[in-house]
């Protein structure tokens, strides 16, 4: 086998040798690891940190939503509230009322999510300092 066919075979079957490197990575089937990564681009998404941390005190109307969270525009707000539902992590309540009203809460599983987003919120909040420090020292050396 030539050079390049071993290097095309490596980048063919990177799950395969990820799994076989001792690791994290190493327990999971492509399916579980294809799931991880939805998972975690869902819950990770900055939108989707910013409402469930908004969720952790009850349920919470739309309006109520769109002001408590700076910078989201309605459609990200929308869409990633539906996504949310759509996993199970948010429950949407519809009132029969003039106006119309709708609430928005956390499920049990979302609520079971609340600490590890809330500690990774803090995280950030924490080291906002340090980070952007080298984050300007990186571009400085970069540029």
Known sequence: MGASSEIRRRRTNV???VRSTPGPCAQWSDTDADFIREVLDMVGDKWSVLIIGTLADGPVRYSDLAQAIPGVSQRMLTLTLKQLQRSGLVDR???AEVPPRVEYSL???GA???STVLELAAWSADRHAEIRHHQQAYDARTT
Do not use: C
């Open 107 to 109: 499920t049990g599983l």
């Open 93 to 95: 309540t519809a009132y």
């Open 15 to 17: 799950r395969a040798n």
């Open 112 to 114: 079971s999510l609340l």
